[in-house]
């Protein structure tokens, strides 16, 4: 190179890239990098970049367990041990053993009986944030299958897929099953059946869109007018009516909703009327026979304290943006805001609430058998039941054993 390119020219040249990189920048700045498009035609842009305006609530959404409920494979984000001794998962009809190789994750499956050849299979998604346990899905090029491996967070262990059969299987996974773990995923069939997606645009987690709706143009209105302080492009979810406000939550938590009349079951965003796009099958069935797994909604409506008032909702006692779990003071404190002195309060004698702690969810939430949600944890063993904290609140007859850990952080 001639000296005299690297005395003039260099500087020129660093000059020049440093403008275009610098006006790249620019404009990445204002448009930010859409992550996928939902089917009414808004951009999400993940909560990566919320981080710049909403620092405080990003902070804490990151360690909830909607935020984490999906998530890439890594040694942190995948619960269950790929240690020998522990990697193995023995099932009737097959041996499940899971490997680990520097960045990627393997369940290598062998039929016992069949003359089937060992398949091998990539951890490509993590599902469940790991507070009672976590499945995985695996990429056939665009197709998406569940494994048959889960892990089960109380006994520490590999079980094999709850309902899946004890022989070696997959099974495809369709929007029925995402909807409720993705803030978005784009399936190939419009009604949402196949199990075949645009694997880019997967948005992972339940994510602030999810429940805010997609934000591109908030994003780039408050970009642009970094003065304004009122909010642009933005559903205003304070002023909703109650119905609007619980259907946020409801889409997720109120049983399978498998009946899909209009769209499909990424179609609903907040603001609108949630059964017009979805039902259950089943309706008015007594509340003693909803399942605790997934239908807190069915359960709450069905108290008198949702009825009897004017304004509970989900947010009354949760924050959405803060893992509060097993922080048994803040709920109760929620139950004695509206049974204080002054208003109803507990029947029973202070003895008797004082041996549990006066912890009011142990004797009117009661952590409860789910119906829906067992698992097998040995090769030989009974399903038990997943416990899940009742949304009934009620007067139970019996009370319940001093192993309610509901204070203890994991229950
Ligand atoms: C460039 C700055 C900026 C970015 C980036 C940004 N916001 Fe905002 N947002 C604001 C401002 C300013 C307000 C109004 C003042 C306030 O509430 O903080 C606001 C308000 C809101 C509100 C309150 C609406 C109401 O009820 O009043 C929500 C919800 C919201 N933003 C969601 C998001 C989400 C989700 C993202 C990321 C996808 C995001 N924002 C990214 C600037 C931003
Ligand atoms: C897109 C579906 C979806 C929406 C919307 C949603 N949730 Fe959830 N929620 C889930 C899933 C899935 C889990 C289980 C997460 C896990 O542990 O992997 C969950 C878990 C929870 C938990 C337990 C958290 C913990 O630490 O174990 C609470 C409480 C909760 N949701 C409340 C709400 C409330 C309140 C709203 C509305 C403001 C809401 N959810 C909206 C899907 C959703
Ligand atoms: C209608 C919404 C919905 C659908 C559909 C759904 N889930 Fe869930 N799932 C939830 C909720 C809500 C929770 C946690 C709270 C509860 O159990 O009530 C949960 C919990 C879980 C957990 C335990 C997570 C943890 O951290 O403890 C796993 C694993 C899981 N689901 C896997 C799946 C798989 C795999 C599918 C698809 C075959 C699926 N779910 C379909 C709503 C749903
Ligand atoms: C599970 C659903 C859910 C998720 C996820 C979620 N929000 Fe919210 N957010 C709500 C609800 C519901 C409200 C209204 C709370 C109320 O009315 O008291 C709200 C309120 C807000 C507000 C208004 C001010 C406030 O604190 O009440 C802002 C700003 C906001 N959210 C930003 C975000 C951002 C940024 C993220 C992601 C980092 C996020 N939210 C994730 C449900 C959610
Ligand atoms: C928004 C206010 C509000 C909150 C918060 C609230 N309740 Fe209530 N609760 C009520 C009302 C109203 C009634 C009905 C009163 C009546 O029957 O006269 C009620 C009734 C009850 C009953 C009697 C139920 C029956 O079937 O007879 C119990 C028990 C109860 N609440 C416990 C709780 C507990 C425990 C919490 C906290 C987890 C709680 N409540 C939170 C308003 C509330
Ligand atoms: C009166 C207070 C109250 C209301 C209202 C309420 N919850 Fe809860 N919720 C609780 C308590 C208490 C827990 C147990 C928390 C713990 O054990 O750490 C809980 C736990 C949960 C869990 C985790 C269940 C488990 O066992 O893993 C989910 C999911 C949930 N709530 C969703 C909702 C949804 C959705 C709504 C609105 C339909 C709602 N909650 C309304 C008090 C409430
Ligand atoms: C050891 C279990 C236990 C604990 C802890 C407990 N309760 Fe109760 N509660 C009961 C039983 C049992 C009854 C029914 C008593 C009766 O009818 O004689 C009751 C009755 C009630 C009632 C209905 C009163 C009426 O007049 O009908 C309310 C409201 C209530 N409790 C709220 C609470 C609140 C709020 C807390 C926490 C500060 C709490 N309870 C703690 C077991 C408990």
New binding site residues.
């Given amino acids: 190179m001639p000296k005299i390119l690297a005395f003039t020219g260099l500087p020129l040249l660093i000059l020049l890239i440093w403008h275009c990189k610098d006006s790249q920048l620019e404009s990445d700045y204002f448009n930010p990098s859409v992550l996928a498009t939902h089917y009414n035609g808004e951009g999400f842009v993940g909560s990566a970049t919320c981080l710049e305006c909403h620092a405080e609530i990003y902070d804490t959404h990151i360690q909830t367990?909607h935020f984490n409920t999906s998530a890439l494979p890594t040694e942190q984000s995948i619960k269950g041990s790929f240690d020998a001794g522990s990697n193995i998962l023995e099932l009737k009809e097959a041996e499940l053993t899971m490997v680990s190789e520097p960045g990627a994750f393997y369940q290598h499956a062998q039929s016992k009986f069949r003359n089937d050849k060992e398949t091998r299979s990539k951890f490509d998604l993590v599902i469940g944030s790991g507070?009672?346990g976590q499945s995985y899905l695996t990429w056939e090029t665009d197709t998406l299958y569940q494994l048959q491996v889960s892990y089960y967070t109380p006994t520490d262990r590999w079980i094999n897929s709850p309902n899946f059969p004890e022989y070696m299987t997959k099974r495809p996974v369709n929007d029925a099953c995402l909807k409720c773990h993705v803030t978005f995923a784009e399936n190939k069939e419009p009604t949402g059946g196949s199990n075949q997606y645009v694997k880019e645009h997967l948005v992972l987690g339940v994510d602030c869109e999810r429940c805010h709706g997609p934000a591109q143009k908030h994003v780039l209105h408050h970009r642009n007018n970094p003065k304004d302080s009122t909010v642009g492009y933005m559903l205003h979810l304070k002023n909703l009516s109650r119905q609007k406000r619980?259907d946020i939550?409801?889409q997720?938590?109120?049983g399978l909703r498998a009946r899909q009349i209009k769209g499909n079951p990424f179609s609903f965003v907040a603001g609108e009327d949630l059964e017009a796009y979805s039902q259950n099958f089943y309706t008015g069935r007594p509340e003693n026979e909803l399942d605790?797994h997934?239908n807190?909604?069915g359960l709450?409506?069905s108290?008198k304290?949702?009825q009897q008032s004017l304004t509970?909702?989900?947010?009354?006692?949760?924050d959405p943006h803060t893992n509060?779990?097993?922080?048994?003071n803040t709920?109760?404190r929620?139950?004695i805001g509206c049974h204080g002195a002054a208003q109803l309060t507990c029947k029973l004698d202070v003895s008797e609430t004082a041996k549990m702690g006066n912890n009011?969810?142990a004797c009117h939430?009661p952590?409860s058998p789910s119906k829906s949600m067992q698992v097998k944890v040995d090769k030989e063993g009974m399903a038990i039941p997943v416990?899940?904290?009742s949304?009934l609140?009620a007067i139970y007859d019996s009370l319940p054993q001093k192993t309610d850990r509901?204070d203890a952080?994991n229950?």
Avoid: E, P, W
């Avoid at 509060?324 to 048994?328: F, L, M, Y």
């Fill in positions: 367990a507070v009672k619980l939550c409801v997720c938590h109120s605790v997934g807190q909604y709450l409506k108290s304290c949702f509970m909702d989900c947010t009354t006692c949760h509060q779990r097993g922080n048994a709920f109760n929620k139950c009011c969810i939430m952590l416990y899940i904290r949304h609140i509901s952080g229950d």
